[in-house]
Structures are given as C-alpha cells and as structure tokens.
C-alpha cells in the first residue's frame, strides 16, 4: 500500500462535523485572505470552514503557516477551541512518515496554553494532548504537563490526570515514574473527580498501588463520591475475579456500597457482589438491592433492566430458592404505571411463588385487582386487569387450594365494560368449574346473580353456555330459567313489541325489571327523605328521553333487537340441555316434564317469530334458524341417541380440549421450565462430589469476566457455535458491487446490527494511474438514513483500500443502498469518472423475530391493524405441511395454529402466523391454501393475508414471500 493511502487511513481521528452539500464552497485564497486580515469573527467563521472542508477531504497544505501566524497569537477563546480541533485533524508528518517542521511553532504554542493563566484553556489543551499520537510533539511538554497536577482549579487537575494516563499507555518511556507520580498525588487530593481519574489510572497502569490505596481507606467508601464508587467496584470485581483468594479481604466493602447513596453504585456493587459469592445471604443482599433500585427508580427503561437481573439470578437453582423469600418484596415493583414492568413482575413471580407464599400473594393481586375498578388511576387499566385475571388463572392451576379464594372476586369481572378482561375471566371459570368439582356450586351461585348485569354479548354466551353445561340440580335450573325470562322480559316478543309500539305501557315487564338482581337496582332520595329503590335500566332510559328504544328492554331482548340472533341459537341449546337434564332429575313425572319442555319451547319459537316478523334491526340468519329450529325438534322427538349428545358429549368436548391446552403449555410454558429445572438438579450415581469449600476459588477462575462478556455482546460476537462459523463469516455476506473488469474493483461486508448497517466497502485501483479524490457516493431508498460522508482519498496505482459506512434503521422496511465512486485521474483533462455500484438490498428478516401471543389478541390486531397485502400462492411446493414450514423459515414467523389443527389430510389448511420487529411492530399473516385430493401431482395454491399496522411492513413481508416462491420456482 501507497505511504499517501496509509497514512490517510490511519490517522487518528476523534471529531465528525458535517458538511452541508448545497452551500458555495469558498476558494483557498478567500479562506486565506480572511486568516490575515480578518478581526477574530471573520477569522473564528474562516477556519470553522477550512476544519468542515479538511474533515470532507480536502487539503490546505498552504494555510497552515498562515494559521500558525495569524490565528496562534489571538487569546480569543473561541479561536482556541477550534485551534484544537484544527490540530487534531491537520496531518502532521511528511509524505515520507517525518514530523513537519512547522509543528516545532505548534509544540511551543502547546507549551505556552499549559500555562496560561485560564483555568479552561490549560484543561481544553490538556484534553487535546490526549489525542496526540506523536511522541515527539508531547515530549517537551511533559514538565509542563506535570506542573499542572499541583494547579489550584480541579477541571486542570483531573484533565491533568486524564493526559498523564493516556501518554503513559500510549508512551510509557515519556514518563517511566507515572504510577508512582499519580500514587502520591491521590494520597493528597480532595476532589473526587480528581481522585476518580487517578485511582482508575492506578487500576490499568499499577494494580498494586491501587489496592494498597484501597486497603488505606477502606473503611470511608461510603464517604467517597459516587463516580469514585463505581471505579473501586470495577477494581474489587478484576482484583477478585483474577485472584479469588482476594475475596475475603475486600467483600466486605461491597456490602458496604450496597447502601450507597447513588443508584448506579448500588446497581454495579449488587452484581458484582453475586458474581463473588453464590452464598444465600449475597444473593438475598444483591437481590433486595435490586428491588429497591425498581421501587425508588422512575425510568421504565431501568426498571426492565433491572428486572431481567432478578430473572437472570432466578436462573440459577441455588438462587431461585432465596429468591422465593423475596416474593413479596417484588410484587412492590407493581406500584409502577408501566403495564411492560407489572407484566414482567408478574411473570416472575408466578414462577417463584411456592406454597409458603402463595395466600400472601392471592390477597395482593386482589388488592391489585379491586383497585383497577378507579379508572382515573393509571393508563392502560383494562391491560393490566387482564393480566392480573391471567396471572390468577395460573396460580389457580399450579395451586388449587386457592381457587375457593380467588374464584368469587374474580367472577364479578364477568360484568366488565372491558370485552378482554371479562374473556379471560369467562375461561377462567369455565376450566376452574371442569376441574373442581367441589367449587361448581359456588360458581354457578355467583354466576347467576351476576347473570343480568353482563353488557357483552359474547361473554353471555360464554355464560349461557357454563350455566346449562353444570346446572345439574332442579333448584339451579329453575333459577336459570327465570334468569332467562327475566332478561328477554315478555314474551310473545312481537305481541309485546307491538303494544309497545302503539303506545301500551307493560306493567309486569316494569315489575320484572325493577324486582331484577339486587346489584342492578340503586336506592334513591325522594323530596320527602323517603328512599325509593329504582331499576338501573328505567333510570338510565328515563334520564334521556332521545335514546334509543333499545336501551328500556332487558339484556337479552335489546341483543335480539339489535339483529344479534347467535346470543338466540346460544340460548337454544341451553334451554334444550335443561330441558333434557330436567326430564331425568323429575324422571317419572310426565306433567312437570312436558310444562319445562313447553316453556323452552315457547321461548325458541318466540325468538323465530320475533327473527322472521322484520321488527329486529336484522333478520335472523339461515344458520341460527336452523340450528333454533334443531333444538326444537329435538324438545320433540327426545331421540336418545340426540339426548345423550347434549347431555355428554359437550364435556367431554371440553375436556379434551383442556387436555390440548395442558400439553401445549407443558411444550412451552411454565411447567416445561419447571421441568427442565427439575432434570438440570439430578445428579447421576456416578457424578463427583462437589465441595463448595474445596472448588469455590477455581469455579470463580472458570467464570468468564463480565466485561469482557458486555463488550462481546456489544460487537455481537457472542454465542457463536463452530458448526455456524462458515455460515456468520464475513465472507457469506459479501456484495460485489462492481464487475471485475471495470477500472475501480468494490466489494462490500453488510454487517446487520439491531438499529443501524454497517457497510465495509473494500476498493482497488485495477488501472496503472494515480486515482486521486476517489469518493464513494452512496444514498439510500426506504427507511435508511446515511450518517456520515465517506472521506475522498488517493489510491496508488494497483492499490487497495477499505471504506467504511454507518446507515442508521429505523423501521421494518425493505432498504435499497445505491450509490456510485467517482475520481480523477492524475493528468487528464476529462471530467471526473465515475462507476455505477450494484444495489443492496437489506432484508427485512434481520429484524424479524417469531413471536407468541392469544388467539383473542390475534382476532383483535387483525382488526385494528388497516394495511393489508394479499399474496397470491404461485408455488412447485405439492404438501400443504411442507409449504406452510417454507414459508414460516422464510419469514421468520411463528405459527399459532396447534399442530393438532393442521394434522390430518383434507386438502385444505388455514394458520395464523404471528412476528414481531426488533423496533415493536406487529405482523400478522393468514395462510389459506388447498390442493386436490384427487390429483396427487398438483401443486399447492390458494393466498396469504398479511396485515400489519403500517404500510411498508405489510408491503415488505409480502415482497419477501413472493421472492422465496420465486426461488422455489427456479
């Protein structure tokens, strides 16, 4: 490589400023002419322009005399400050590798700011020396920058501090006698600041004497200030990780920093203190800690941090027992607003509860749950309702002696304006009342007092549904009925409808709803002090007289004559199971049996009558009519072979579907990592012992240093399996941008970090000329941003030379990267050349990642969410299996619909494919594709819906689709 190109490449540099594209360029002489003879503005403006040009690769190898005489001698501070970073960017050495000349004038110029008489001009310079990578411009500086470690201002001192470290790393001959220098100097320093600086450089450059000067104080940490703190634990944590013999001598000062006074001190001195000592009394420390920091922290951010250490030591089985203690110390943390905070507690403790403390637990969560009922409270209440609803569930099934405690307060829910919340209580009972028998008398109890206050349609079927499963005794099928009649008020519907329309007020329906469940009725004050009980329903149609007629009937009734006619085919096939299990618990006696069933039946034709007259909003539909219609016929035949499926086979329906739902979670939920828990702590016959006394220290040894570990996870070189190092090279990801015969060769490495793209641009010169100003010109198309400007260079004939440029994302769209390299040859007089680079393409899949969630929070994105792209299926692919897992490795989705659903072979398939994006969009998909059975040969076809909530996802996921078909097809 060309020394011009190297040194190019290699110089050092520490600032960015850009450089607006459609402003006039001044020339050379311009910038010069405002040098000498400006006043300190025009000259402050002139190399403010000569640093943004130098910075976009241009050179005034002429102006840097005139700036040493001109601009030097000025003691404005403005011009000081861009002196410095003047001199941090101009080149400094000869084409040959030799210091310039004129940078003797510069050294003196150093020398005089170290000690002027402004405290802020000999800190700035001192700041600056620390990017100087030429020994011979600091070495006639280092007495003065010794001078400055005995200045009175602390900003000179610790920047002092700062420049001594950053010489002694990078030149330790400058100054053999530094660590012994800076030793001194900290035994007699007040600042912290000062003293931070100085005892981290001890850390890096001489260990010993910073442990000696721990040893000193080690008893007033407390006092010290927080940013000194954070370097004693950072030495602690390297001290006892390389030596753990150490440990004993300095673990007492970490419990001490436990309860210091700044939150990241604490944070840091917990997990160090969890990597020295896996005793229960250090964990329950660093984890009490770690929830006080949640407690008392306002970021939601580090809250979220905080939490997914507490998960992290949960890991760990020896942890996981102390943690269990501290159950309701972390239920504190649901006193935040965040709902991602309260569901990640939650989550947390629902796998640390145990039996010691689950009846503390059931109370709190339904304190949580009461105070839900205040809307005014916090935001997403409804969220956090139902989470809390979920998480009750759980503890339920993983503990049912609970389920006595929980069901009643739960059950009022049913009655929630919040459609979600009051589904999950509807499954929750409805498993609860399948698996304990001894609870379904109380169920049934609460379920029919809170009968006529449900507002949701659908949860009333849901109810309708428990209600004629499990009534299983006269006196609760009685009740039901009555129930029933009370919320569709009289009937014949259309007779009562018809004197209500002619103005014939109904006084037994009056009486029926204002005798209806205590709860719906409210006590008011008359004029005389009397109280007055009325019914919620006339009060609240009395109180306006333009709302809707609707609103005066009954529950059921204002459903019906909305057009909602699948409440009615519900309420058939209930009223059908009473009347059947009716017929058998009054076996014998045919009068009472034939009144039940006449009543049934009279309600059923009711609801025809009334769907068929046109009176509803909408008509009855030809399915609910016929499934109405089936229940009558049953009520008629009574075929038994017809009874004994309403009867039995509705349960054993749901239990198999419950035992589904078991296995599901056993594959993926909690009782799969309950059970991997439980493998990971059996211990063969044939296994060593393991002493804790005897293998502690070389268990330390054998851990890897956190540090070390952060960084790793920060370039992403972590958990990289040999098997997938041919796959993650460098070389799998290489895009030939130009072709081999065109005069300038590129090449580039994409490397997909989490929000930005960093391209690697390798460029040769295949000519025998002197490419000079060669630019790589690159612009993006999407949601790509280019963050800076590639710098021009010069490339040596046969040369070559690597680019590197950051692109920053910022959301799930499909990206082009287009640009182009222009340059000049040396000694041509044409205009400047330029070669056109092949596009890249940057998949969205990088940021796609398979996701879980209900199917009642499928159902209700796929409503919300308005953009559409319907993807034709045009695939060689002949198994429905086989395409539906291409297109889930593919897209990176994950696919909801249970493998039970999609087993079997009728030439259909329908799934529901779910992901999210690294930056929290949603994206849903719904796979409905066919082929015959009776030509085996034939290829898959059908569509795949995809939705999401913004454009250029939906767009991007289809366009992946249709690309990977393609592929198949060539």
Not at 213 to 225: A, E, H, K, R
Not at 281 to 289: D, G, L, N, Q, R
Not at 383 to 391: G, S
Not at 943 to 958: E, F, P, T, V
Request: include cysteine; charge should be negative; glycine fraction near 4%.
């Amino acid at each position: 490589m060309s020394s011009t190109s190297s040194i190019m490449i290699e110089q050092p540099c520490y600032t960015l400023i850009n450089l607006a594209q459609d402003v006039e360029q001044p020339t050379e002489m311009k910038l010069k002419e405002d040098l000498e003879k400006g006043d300190n503005k025009i000259k402050a403006e002139a190399l403010k322009k000569v640093i943004q040009l130098m910075l976009n690769g241009e050179k005034f190898p002429s102006l840097l005399m005139t700036i040493i005489r001109f601009v030097m001698p000025v003691a404005d501070h403005t011009l000081k400050k861009l002196l410095l970073i003047f001199w941090e960017i101009v080149p400094k050495n000869t084409p040959d590798g030799k210091l310039m000349h004129e940078m003797i004038l510069v050294c003196d110029a150093y020398r005089r700011d170290l000690q002027h008489p402004n405290e802020f001009i000999r800190g700035s310079t001192l700041r600056f020396l620390c990017k100087l990578k030429e020994p011979e411009l600091l070495e006639p500086l280092m007495p003065s920058i010794k001078a400055c470690l005995e200045y009175k201002h602390n900003y000179v001192r610790r920047n002092a501090v700062m420049a001594i470290f950053t010489i002694y790393k990078n030149f330790n001959f400058l100054m053999p006698d530094a660590p012994e220098i800076i030793a001194n100097f900290l035994e007699r320093e007040q600042d912290m600041s000062c003293k931070r600086n100085a005892f981290m450089m001890l850390i890096h450059a001489d260990q010993d004497r910073a442990l000696n000067y721990l040893s000193s104080c080690i008893d007033q940490v407390n006092s010290f200030g927080d940013i000194l703190q954070l370097v004693i634990v950072e030495l602690i944590y390297k001290v006892c990780h390389a030596n753990p013999s150490e440990r004993a001598r300095f673990i007492r000062c970490v419990y001490a920093l436990l309860n210091s006074s700044s939150p990241a001190v604490r944070y840091e001195a917990a997990g160090t203190l969890i990597t020295l000592s896996s005793a229960p009394s250090a964990v329950k420390a660093a984890a009490t800690c770690y929830i006080d920091l949640i407690v008392k922290e306002s970021d939601n951010n580090v809250k979220l941090i905080v939490l997914d250490k507490i998960i992290q030591l949960k890991e760990v089985p020896s942890h996981e027992k102390v943690l269990q203690e501290l159950v309701m110390d972390i239920l504190r943390v649901l006193s935040s607003p965040d709902i991602e905070v309260r569901k990640k507690t939650l989550n947390l403790c629902l796998d640390l509860v145990s039996s010691r403390t689950i009846g503390e637990m059931v109370l709190v969560l339904k304190k949580e749950l009461s105070k839900t009922n205040n809307v005014n409270e916090i935001d997403d209440m409804d969220k956090y309702r139902q989470l809390l609803v979920r998480t009750l569930h759980q503890m339920t099934i993983k503990f049912p002696d609970t389920a006595a405690a929980i069901v009643p307060s739960v059950i009022e829910y049913l009655s929630d304006n919040n459609e979600l919340a009051a589904s999950d209580v509807l499954v929750f009972v409805r498993e609860i009342i399948h698996k304990f028998e001894n609870l379904k008398e109380l169920i049934l109890q609460k379920l029919l007092e809170i009968f006529s206050l449900i507002k949701s349609v659908k949860i009333l079927r849901g109810t309708l549904w428990i209600l004629g499963e499990y009534c299983d005794n006269i006196e609760d099928i009685q009740s039901l009925l009555t129930q029933v009649r009370q919320s569709l008020g009289d009937i014949p519907i259309v007779d009562d409808e018809l004197k209500r329309a002619a103005g014939i007020e109904n006084k037994d329906d009056e009486q029926i709803l204002k005798s209806n469940i205590s709860t719906g009725t409210q006590q008011l004050v008359t004029a005389d002090g009397t109280y007055a009980t009325q019914s919620a329903f006339v009060s609240s149609a009395s109180s306006s007289s333009n709302k809707d007629d609707i609103d005066k009937r009954p529950p059921l009734r204002g459903f019906l004559m909305k057009g909602d006619f699948f409440i009615a085919s519900a309420l058939a096939r209930t009223l059908t199971k009473l009347a059947v299990k009716y017929s058998k618990l009054v076996d014998g006696n045919e009068t009472k049996q034939n009144r039940f069933n006449a009543e049934a039946m009279l309600i059923m034709a009711c609801i025809l009558h009334y769907g068929k007259s046109g009176m509803a909003k909408k008509p009855i539909n030809e399915d609910d009519s016929d499934s109405i219609n089936v229940c009558l016929r049953v009520l008629s035949e009574r075929s038994p072979f017809v009874l004994n499926l309403f009867n039995n086979q509705s349960a054993a329906a749901l239990s198999s579907m419950l035992n589904a739902k078991l296995t599901e979670e056993t594959d993926s939920g909690w009782l799969k990592q309950s059970k991997r828990k439980i493998k990971s702590q059996q211990i063969q016959a044939d296994d060593p012992l393991r002493f804790g006394q005897l293998i502690s220290n070389s268990d330390l040894i054998d851990k890897e240093d956190v540090f070390d570990l952060t960084l790793k996870q920060a370039i992403g070189v972590l958990n990289k399996k040999d098997e997938d190092l041919i796959l993650s090279s460098k070389l799998n990801k290489v895009t030939q941008l130009t072709g081999f015969s065109d005069p300038v060769y590129a090449e580039a490495y994409v490397h997909v970090n989490q929000y930005d793209i960093v391209l690697d641009v390798l460029i040769v010169n295949q000519t025998t000329d002197t490419l000079q100003n060669l630019t790589l010109e690159l612009a993006t198309l999407g949601d790509l941003k280019l963050v800076e400007k590639p710098q021009s260079l010069t490339l040596a004939p046969r040369d070559f030379t690597n680019i590197k440029a950051n692109i920053k994302v910022a959301s799930t769209e499909n990206g082009i990267i287009f640009g182009n390299i222009v340059y000049d040859i040396t000694g041509a007089t044409s205009d400047r050349n330029c070669v056109v680079l092949n596009d890249i393409h940057i998949d969205i899949m990088d940021y796609i990642v398979p996701a879980q969630c209900t199917d009642q929070e499928f159902l209700q994105m796929w409503v919300l969410f308005e953009w559409e792209n319907k993807v034709v299926v045009n695939t060689n692919i002949k198994d429905l299996n086989e395409y539906l897992e291409h297109i889930i490795k593919s897209t990176n989705m994950k696919c909801l619909t249970p493998e039970k659903a999609l087993s079997g072979d009728c030439g259909f398939m329908a799934a529901n494919l779910y992901a999210k994006s690294i930056f929290g969009e949603d994206v849903l998909a719904n796979v409905s594709i066919e082929k015959s059975l009776h030509n085996p040969e034939s290829h898959v076809h059908g569509h795949i819906r995809i939705r999401a909530k913004s454009q250029g996802m939906a767009l991007s996921m289809g366009d992946k689709i249709n690309l990977t078909q393609k592929q198949i097809k060539n």
